[in-house]
């Protein structure tokens, strides 16, 4: 030892150390007890938000009341264009900003060509999007029965043999594809299990359960009783009302109404958006622009949309070619055959210039839309578990392959036409390679 390190001073390095030990004992263990290294605990929820409410909350509330109060989620949400083939009625990291500041740890994005696909594709892609962190133990989701071993049950259902040669004879019996399902499914299980069918989030919550079975099995389903008004059904007057019609209220004006129906942290954001000129958000802002896609597009451009080769296509173009409203154009391609929602996908695909070739084979990568301190706890986890790369900054995206670097484009593509929906279109393009996650 040197002669000016005498016995003080070597305490003092020897305080130091075991200050600066106790310190990373300390986070380690917040980390290890907040993420549960040892007995983890990180459930998944797959989300649209579209806007969040209280039903939203209630499903957070039970996940951790089930899981334990120390259990971490992530969710899995869609961008700017949701589902049901419609554009969001906020912009995704306003929606992923509420659900942190509404209780969820994490929140990625669901990749575009999964996020406007059927409940088959949509299910599959949040699934896999979970799947790649690496650290996900449960999947959450709501439904009309609150069983996930019956949802499970009729989801094995649907990879059998017996239950496609059903679907294949009731198809040729003329029924709908709904209708040809459950009788499938009830010709196999029982008109019971076949019954779960006519729910809507039950329907959903099958095709979850199906995505596990093919993808993650590791994965446990955890389902939650739905409260409140029905999928789409009308606000009335109970305490958890559904999105669309919170969308509805917006949508005739009955602004005051709608607030007081979301989160709070929603409505917070909502507002914020709303005086920066980019809430609310509806289709028909783009009216005009989506039928001059429809009108510019040949045939052949539909034919590459109908995946089926059923002929759907063409009652779309013809539809196309007279229309002057998109309304029209879905009440005069509608069959009685095929659900609403898939023509209205159908033309949202065409304004977004997507084909089913865009669908990347895997999920190419994560994109993190917002975290708060657990989130970001997560994602220092991830970069050891993470099956695919996780981008933080739009500037990674040049790191990654083609293929990756493709499906980031197109989702700026997609981002840039949303923005013209904005109520203020003083909106520049190009915010894809920008911005950045919400911390919170």
């Excluded at 004992?25 to 980390?31: A, I, N, W």
Aim: proline share 5%.
């Amino acid at each position: 030892m040197s002669p000016v390190c005498g016995r003080n001073s070597a305490s003092s390095i020897i305080t130091e150390i075991f200050q600066v030990t106790t310190t990373i004992f300390t986070e380690m263990s917040f980390f290890c007890n907040r993420l549960g290294v040892n007995s983890v605990q990180i459930a998944g929820i797959i989300i649209e938000y579209n806007p969040l409410h209280r039903g939203h909350l209630h499903l957070m509330e039970q996940v951790r009341a089930r899981l334990g109060p120390d259990a971490a989620v992530i969710g899995v949400m869609s961008g700017d264009f949701v589902q049901r083939g419609d554009f969001a009625v906020l912009q995704k990291r306003a929606r992923a900003e509420a659900a942190v500041k509404s209780g969820m740890d994490l929140v990625l994005e669901l990749p575009l060509p999964w996020a406007v696909s059927s409940a088959e594709g949509f299910a599959g892609g949040g699934v896999r999007t979970l799947l790649a962190t690496g650290l996900v133990t449960h999947l959450a989701f709501g439904s009309e029965c609150g069983d996930a071993a019956a949802l499970n049950e009729v989801a094995a259902c649907l990879d059998s043999g017996a239950y496609h040669a059903g679907v294949r004879r009731f198809l040729g019996e003329g029924m709908s594809f709904a209708a040809c399902r459950q009788a499938a499914v009830g010709a196999v299980l029982g008109d019971g299990r076949a019954a779960l069918l006519e729910g809507p989030n039950n329907n959903l919550g099958v095709e979850y359960c199906r995505a596990l079975l093919r993808h993650a099995p590791g994965i446990r389903p955890l389902t939650v009783p739905r409260r409140g008004a029905a999928h789409d059904g009308p606000a009335g007057s109970g305490r958890y009302p559904s999105s669309s019609a919170i969308r509805e209220l917006l949508r005739a004006g009955e602004r005051e109404t709608a607030l007081a129906l979301m989160a709070p942290a929603m409505r917070e954001v909502y507002e914020k958006e709303e005086a920066a000129g980019r809430a609310p958000v509806f289709s028909e802002t783009c009216e005009r622009a989506i039928l001059a896609r429809l009108r510019s597009m040949t045939a052949a451009d539909f034919a590459a949309l109908d995946r089926g080769r059923e002929g759907l296509w063409n009652r779309l173009y013809s539809a196309s070619r007279g229309a002057v409203s998109v309304a029209e154009v879905l009440e005069r391609a509608k069959t009685k055959r095929y659900a609403h929602a898939r023509l209205r996908r159908m033309v949202l695909w065409a304004y977004l210039g997507l084909t089913p070739g865009d669908v990347p084979d895997k999920i190419p990568y994560l994109r993190v839309l917002a975290a708060n301190e657990t989130g970001r706890a997560l994602l220092a986890r991830m970069r050891k578990t993470a099956a695919v790369p996780v981008l933080t900054k739009p500037s990674h995206v040049r790191r990654l392959d083609q293929a990756a670097q493709e499906l980031f484009a197109l989702e700026a593509r997609a981002a840039d036409l949303y923005a013209l929906a904005y109520p203020d279109l003083a909106a520049a393009g190009g915010s894809a390679w920008k911005e950045g996650p919400v911390i919170v």
